[in-house]
């Protein structure tokens, strides 16, 4: 079988790219003279103000890894005994390597869903639990947003998440590595940003910059404030206190200058969007259409081999020949063009009978 | 008084300088199309390879923090109930806000020292703990090299450590957040920091990079390759698996391309031997010849306040009046003499009569 | 509504029954005098030596709580990132307020069940996890026997689990609170304990003596001795090392001698049987036999209200009318003779047309 | 040389000793009927009475062991990154096994001290390291009453520390591992006892139950009641929540009743006092006169290694021929004599010119 010139970049993940020239320019820029170290530096005071105007309340500590920031963001909220409640497929359950358990010294209580989505009735349900010394004790709904399978929470769902968690005591984090993927899917503006997170009851959001063009780097932002008071201790403790936090610092505010985030991350969304269109009809391909930087079609599995052989991605779920294809903020017409040209010479290049499914 | 115009680099801490251009030039260099994330890409390996030509032995991870590469290395060699010993103003002990028992779960036996050095004999004392089911295990001996008070372990020094930890049935760590600067100071060779490392016995050794021009990164060089076995696991439950990590590893090569790490330490060590010479015989200034790249002079409380307004830098021990001044790969011979300069002024606007010492 | 007295005895839980006159008169019989405390005794030496007769094998052990002998016996075959797998009902997961991820650091993997028995299968689907560094590792398969919900697994079963375990490297926790029920139901012979224990793969055993006559006190059996090196600092730092610990040897002699621990369990599950017998067969009572101790009823919700107040027991399921009724070492013919007359009463006296079920 | 007979009871430790019979007595007593577990029990009930009646506050929890009662009282204080203030000789520190690093993932700053006592200024001199991000946060002060060096606080001593704790935002923990004997040393009433702890500021006392005369069993006295808001929780995750409670509590009933806690504690420090009286001449013993109820006399090794195989003791500090005495509330008159007369035995029977000290 005959394919064309692979893609340039690969439809692995967004973590796969390489950084925005904005925020390498930015942390050119950065590297000027001496800063004192630990954030009590110029770069990382604008980064505060820029993330405060951006949700019009909140306090932000800076983190190195996505992990970094879930784990941070729990333990403001966590007491002794209390348990984190997420979806069974959530990174901090599923790909977190046991962060939670070790470091929190928390419970997660994983909850099954369809679409990686928890529903308020799943939060109520837990009602139970509470002050039965028997068990550990529902105290955070976690959620993930866009999550880990590509689904977004609207706003409305997420206040409604928030009504339930709140109505029993609990506090919301949001995981929100790829918010701005979510954001880009729900209309594209800082208010869309706003209506899901600040407007919607969150009180903690991780908002993730690695995924989305930065060299390394992610933000707890404590949108209750009154969380973050001994959110510093805790940072340094998790070992996510960066020394040269200005580095970090700086390629937020490329970030978050002229909405660069967005920009990104609406471009990503939307060159999913196009591979989608692209293999859609394509005999063997059963794929739905993405709502953020991901698409998850199930292929004949020799399919699978001959393309990943050509260009790399993930399985997904191995028994369901299901795998993910993902878009990043570099993405170009051009990588899915020549993707698209590949799956579609891959899958006509088996008659159906040879199709192994 | 009249102070000149301050430095343009403070001697505020050797993490208050930027990142070195070699550094910059690599992380430009590695931001080239897309690689898989969490190191599987060749600047990783790459990297490793490098660290492994190093010291002709070991396995070496990346990590973000310092405190995550110690944290690393120690969790590779505890088991529960195990303890490790230290010296009581390690970093480990005094500057990493409780991580090694949050994460660890583990007691530090912090034990006194004069120098910052702990003896063979301190940890051979420890003998009456093992088997004794009412203690914690002293199971890992971690020093820092340099030390926190900027001394030195002689390679027999650490070699006689290693001796009495292994005879006990324990391991050895290190601590070398500025490995590069005890490099410099025993030789300024390769063989130098094999003779303290490898060839002294150490087990594991952090390896620091941002203290020494980069923009953030340390590696945990496991020297018995054996002790690595599960370290990937540790070091994504701990948080400091990096995503793209080929930044990080980019980073270190430039370190380690031609001894950058080398040279740069020993810049920064004879900054720091001339500022010593220039402040010697100051009046009232009371200071011991560095072996690294850190003083701690001793000096009247007027004079710390005036000069401290002026180019900033961090008490020691307020209780003696006694400060840090700390010099950087990138400080200048102009940097010296105009804080030469400062110090000068300073002591000598203050008549002995004067000072409140 | 008329009801006859209350039996003597509930049926709310085995714990709530006292202590066997046996174990009473071996409190008093070793409070003789002076001895060393920590189990340098000779009740702790005997006791050590009828455990190890009884399996033939092992090294056991002595807590208070069968939590802090669940969390001993875990915590020695565990490694930092390692998962327990278990039921989602089994008591480490759903009643013991996450004491294993605060106290061992672990996450537990935890697997719906119809019947509270894990299947090998369910442990097999877990090899994509191993060797994944995004995820924490599975080491340990926890099964309960009898577990929660008053179901034996036979040796067969649990041979099955232990062989799909050890063949991926994985080891087998028992929590055994009542595996004296489930010797009972399986034969009630030392042959039949030891067929789904020693003979089946089970590493490591949590020996119940609490609910089964004793005063408090549970014995962890390293069934794989290699397992036991390092039991007895961990016993100390999770909190269970008993002082006196003659008075918790004590009570296990008393229950290992002439089998008591075998005829109080015997006659506990002949309690249960009757009492089905006697239930079964009344209107709006839906019950299956029990196999060990345990009936789980579902009733007509009036009738759970009347009956409560009139002899206390716990609801198992509110959504399904179902309750739990147990029996214990001391339930006496009359006890559920006086039961059965009282659940008599109650389902009749409610007319179908009543009933709010 | 020729010994006489040995005493019935050693004077290895006041937890060698057995329980007294009015303890053996509740416990026959409680062992009535089915009472729920868990502490729904009317034994438990009436033992919470006495402890508020005891001290005209707080509130109590039972544990098993020392430990697991200082864990309790210790984790209801903490907040993450917080640390502990005690004595480096402290039980908690130094006899615990990590027990607090390891569940509580606290740090413990162990202060030195020269009997056993910390003092004001060392707690203020901790004052820098609050608000330093760098360091584990001070958060509470835990002394042990009496001390394991046989010292005992007085009033003025545990209220000047609570000031210094309270002033710098700090709580204070007891370990009142020996708060009888303490209690006995500072007149023996209920107005002593409350005098050194409510009245003295301190926020939670462990009140020590197994080696006064209990077979085993602590009580958590939160005196500042506000601080047991979650205890019951704590209590289940670090395994310390007793199954059939009542038996515990009866243990407490009994020694609450008629102040038996304190008839027993002032027995055996008359025990140790008429023991000191009986040795404090004899040639080459060195001994200071005991506070409570131990002695920790000098001896040539010669007499210790004879008297030991005599009459079991333990060393205390092997390198200055120090062993430890201590009575418990069973010790007899005849038991004291007799051991005076084996250590008259022993030391006359080496001539000077023999010792080797």
Redesign the interface.
């Known amino acids: 079988m005959h394919l064309p010139t692979p893609p ?3 439809f ?2 967004d ?5 925005h020239p904005d925020v ?1 320019a930015a ?2 820029e ?9 954030g009590d530096d110029r770069w990382t005071r604008e980064c505060s103000g820029l993330f405060h105007d951006l949700f019009g309340a909140g306090e932000t500590f800076l983190t ?5 920031g879930n ?1 941070l963001g729990l ?1 403001a909220m966590l ?3 209390d ?1 984190v409640v997420c979806a069974a497929g959530s990174h901090i359950n ?6 939670a ?3 929190l ?4 209580i ?1 909850l099954p869903t369809r679409d990686g989505k928890l529903r308020p009735d799943q939060v109520r349900e837990l009602d ?1 639990m509470l002050g039965n ?5 529902p105290a955070v709904v976690s959620i993930t947003q866009s999550t880990e399978l590509g689904t977004v929470y609207t706003a409305a769902e997420v206040a409604a998440l928030s009504d339930a968690a709140h109505s029993l005591g609990m506090r919301v984090h949001m995981d929100g590595a790829r918010v701005s993927n979510a954001t880009a899917a729900l209309g594209g503006t800082v208010d869309a940003l706003r209506s899901f997170t600040v407007d919607a009851g969150v009180d903690v959001l991780t908002f993730g910059g ?2 989305n063009g930065m ?2 780097g992610e933000a707890v932002v404590f949108l209750d404030a009154s969380l973050a008071r ?1 959110a ?13 936090m200005r ?2 610092a700086a390629q937020f505010i490329a970030l978050l200058t002229d909405d660069l985030w967005m920009r990104t991350a609406l471009h990503s969304n939307a060159m999913a969007a196009r591979l989608f269109e692209g293999v859609r009809d394509l005999p063997g391909v059963d794929v739905s259409a993405p709502e953020v930087n991901s698409l998850f079609p199930s292929l004949p599995a020799d399919v699978i081999d001959v393309l990943r052989d050509w260009s ?1 991605f993930w399985d997904w779920d ?1 028994a369901k020949h299901q795998v993910r294809w993902m878009t ?1 903020w570099d993405t170009s017409d051009d990588d899915v063009a020549r993707f698209v040209d590949g799956v579609t010479s891959a899958t006509h290049s088996f008659a159906p009978g040879e199709l192994t499914n």
């Open positions: 340039e970049r690969s692995a993940s973590n796969a790219a390489g950084a390498i942390l050119i950065a590297n000027t003279g001496h800063a004192l170290a630990y190195f890894t996505g992990t970094g784990i333990m007491r002794p005994v348990a599923a790909d977190e390597a046991g962060s358990e070790r470091i010294g928390a419970k997660l994983d139970w010394e028997h068990h550990a004790q690695t995924k060299v390394g001994r510093r201790y805790l940072r340094k403790t998790i070992t996510q206190l960066p020394s040269k580095f970090v790399f191995v990043a």
